[in-house]
Nanobody, 127 residues
Framework: QVQLVESGGGSVQAGGSLRLSCAAS????????MGWFRQAPGKEREGVAS????????YYADSVKGRFTVSQDSAKDTVFLQMNSLKPEDTAMYYC????????????????????WGQGTQVTVDS
């Protein structure tokens, strides 16, 4: 059974940076698609970023383009989300998710494609 554990969340002032990590374990075959999602109170869960084949292809929501970067370590067991120039609107619970997909076009922000989810880590951006 695949387990995903997020870490790195916390409180930061607007304009600051945070780096989230997602450690994966328990897999027989490494997922080829890892995604980051977020959900704020009263809002729908949204896809933030995803990475396919160790960065061969990436996806970013328009709201985070140019500010967030998703990456993966060489062992394929940890995925990162570097968040720069944080805004109060970025405040949310952030989740990582894993999927096995047949091509990069399916590694995106559609949550139904992801089979495994982490417990979430809270990010709070103060104005």
């Amino acid at each position: 059974q695949v387990q995903l554990v997020e870490s790195g969340g916390g409180s930061v002032q607007a304009g600051g940076s945070l780096r989230l990590s997602c450690a994966a374990s328990g897999y027989r075959y490494s997922p080829n698609c890892m995604g980051w999602f977020r959900q704020a109170p009263g809002k729908e869960r949204e896809g933030v970023a995803s990475i396919y084949a160790n960065g061969a292809f990436t996806y970013y929501a328009d709201s985070v383009k140019g500010r967030f970067t998703v990456s993966q370590d060489s062992a394929k067991d940890t995925v990162f989300l570097q968040m720069n120039s944080l805004k109060p609107e970025d405040t949310a619970m952030y989740y990582c998710a894993a999927a096995m997909v047949v091509g990069p076009s399916r590694c995106s922000g559609a949550s139904e494609r992801y089979s495994f989810w982490g417990q979430g880590t809270q990010v709070t951006v103060d104005s």
